[in-house]
Structure formats: structure tokens, C-alpha cells
């Protein structure tokens, strides 16, 4: 049986002061069901709203035509499903940014598919350490720890959380700069910007 985790929403922090909840018990498996689509829908926008959550995503193929181990992914972001048009619509933006982008490092670096294995790699030694061991790691923490990509991605979601404007250079070939107006102007010190 798989184990439930928590699914941490962005502007977690926000919206906690607001009086919302912020998250939600499902298992690794039926994530992982919500979020695989059909490689039709590769290229296209994904959402998805279930309870007070919303996936909000872009699933590409990688190379149709080339076997590969890797045939395709899914980069999706967690929200509140409460949040405005205007704040899903810039996290839309961001994936299919970072999705086209992985994409290409892929089809040039093979980043993402040695991003990947190591993740798959990481992910199986803490479970079969998991089994064998009295303290239960958390391979998802094992991941963000050792993988570049999961460390940029969780650098992406922090700066994003705390001021709405994110630089970030993978594999120091592939920069990623964003900006959500929103919160990066709620940010902005008081003051007469125009004369």
C-alpha cells in the first residue's frame, strides 16, 4: 500500500494567515494517477481541481521518434484551488517556460534524462532503506537533497513563495528568470514612483 503524503501548496504561507487549508492526504499512487495523461494531451495545458487543490501543468513528449528511457514528463505545480485567474495563469506560464525548456536541455544535454534516473535511483535505495531501517526517510527529501533539477525546482518555489521573482541557471546553460507581478509588486517599498 502506498504511503499518503502531503501535498504542499504554494503561497502556503499567504493564504494559512487568510484562514485557508493548504493541503492535502492523498497516496503517492493516486498523485501519480491524477497527474499522467495521454500523450494527446502533450503540448496542451493541464488543470485539474480536486477538493481545495488545482494542478496546474504541462506535459511535453520528449522525441516521439526516439527510444529513449525517457518519453515524456510532466512538470505540474500544486495550488489552491481558490486562487485567482491572474496568479494560475502565471504559474501556467512558468511550467510550460520550464517544460519547453527541459525539453530542449534534454534533446541537447540529456539533463532531464540523467535528472531522472538519479531521482529513480534515489527514490528506490530510501525505500528499500526504508524497509530496513527503524527511522523512515523521505524520498522525496532525498530527492530535493541530492538532485539538481529538485534543487532548482524547490529554489524556483521559495523565491516565488517569498517575493514573486526567480532566477535560476540550470545545469549553467539554461536560465530561468520569472517574475509574478502580484506578489513581486505587493513587495515593492512605499513610495512615489511617478512624478
Known amino acids: 500500500m502506498a504511503t499518503p503524503m ?3 501548496l504554494l503561497d502556503n504561507r499567504e493564504l494559512q494567515g487568510k484562514g485557508m487549508t493548504h493541503s492535502c492526504r492523498m ?3 493516486a498523485l501519480s494517477n491524477l497527474l499522467a495523461v495521454k500523450t494527446d494531451m502533450c503540448g496542451c495545458r493541464f488543470e485539474l481541481s480536486v477538493k481545495d487543490v488545482r494542478f496546474i501543468g504541462y506535459p511535453i513528449l520528449i522525441d516521439p521518434l526516439k527510444k529513449t528511457s525517457l518519453q515524456m514528463f510532466h512538470l505540474a505545480f500544486v495550488l489552491d484551488a481558490r486562487l485567482e485567474p ?3 495563469n502565471g504559474f501556467y506560464s512558468l511550467c510550460k517556460r520550464l517544460a ?3 525539453k530542449y536541455m534534454d534533446t541537447n544535454k540529456r539533463y532531464l534524462t540523467s535528472q531522472v534516473q538519479a531521482m529513480i535511483v534515489t527514490h528506490e535505495e530510501v525505500a528499500n532503506r526504508g524497509k530496513s531501517d ?3 526517510l523521505d524520498p522525496y527529501d532525498e530527492i530535493a537533497k541530492q538532485s539538481d533539477l529538485a534543487q532548482h525546482l524547490v529554489s524556483i518555489y521559495n ?3 517569498t517575493s514573486g521573482d ?3 541557471n540550470l545545469d549553467d546553460w539554461f536560465n530561468v528568470s520569472f517574475v509574478m507581478p502580484y506578489k513581486a509588486y505587493a513587495n515593492l517599498p512605499q513610495g512615489n514612483y511617478f512624478n
Do not use: D
Request: aromatic share 0%; hydrophobic share 45%.
Open 6 to 8: 502531503m501535498v504542499e
Open 100 to 102: 519547453v525548456g527541459l
Open 134 to 136: 527503524n527511522g523512515a
Open 86 to 88: 491572474e496568479i494560475v
Open 27 to 29: 497516496s503517492q499512487q
Open 159 to 161: 523565491t516565488l513563495s
Open 166 to 168: 526567480c532566477r535560476v
